[in-house]
């Protein structure tokens, strides 16, 4: 049984290791554009409703005197800027500016690291 079950593995590892090591390993890497229309709408929609998030908790945050609420309050403003970044690179990559995909994903990128920074220092 066992002799059956590790000449098996190692059938697995074999074909997998023949597969690794070959010339064509079964996907491209061609760069074509493969964003959606819907995508720009869906982060429209994330702008939003992370906006409408922002003003409620705000509001809510300073009538109850809650610091918690106030800073999620400005964490939803941070995700509406971060999705208007997304926005405008998801739309370059439709207009066929496929190279603003990747600066909107850096600063998204620079974004979250300066508020962890930011966080951390206070």
């Known amino acids: 049984m066992m002799d059956g079950l590790s000449s098996a593995s190692s059938a697995g590892a074999s074909s997998s290791l023949s597969e690794m090591t070959s010339m064509s390993h079964g996907h491209d ?13 869906i982060a429209l929609g994330s702008i939003l409703c992370k906006e409408l998030l922002y003003r409620y908790t705000l509001r809510i945050g ?8 106030i800073a999620n309050a400005y964490h939803h403003r ?18 066929g500016l496929p190279l603003l995909d990747p600066i909107g994903g850096l ?6 690291l300066k508020a962890g920074i930011d966080t951390s220092v206070r």
């Open 78 to 95: 941070s995700d509406a800027a971060s999705s208007a970044v997304a926005l405008v690179g998801i739309a370059g990559s439709l207009v």
């Open 29 to 41: 890497h061609s760069h074509s554009p493969s964003l959606h229309p819907l995508a720009l709408g």
């Open 62 to 69: 300073k009538k109850i005197n809650s610091g918690v609420l």
């Open 107 to 112: 600063l998204v990128s620079g974004m979250i």
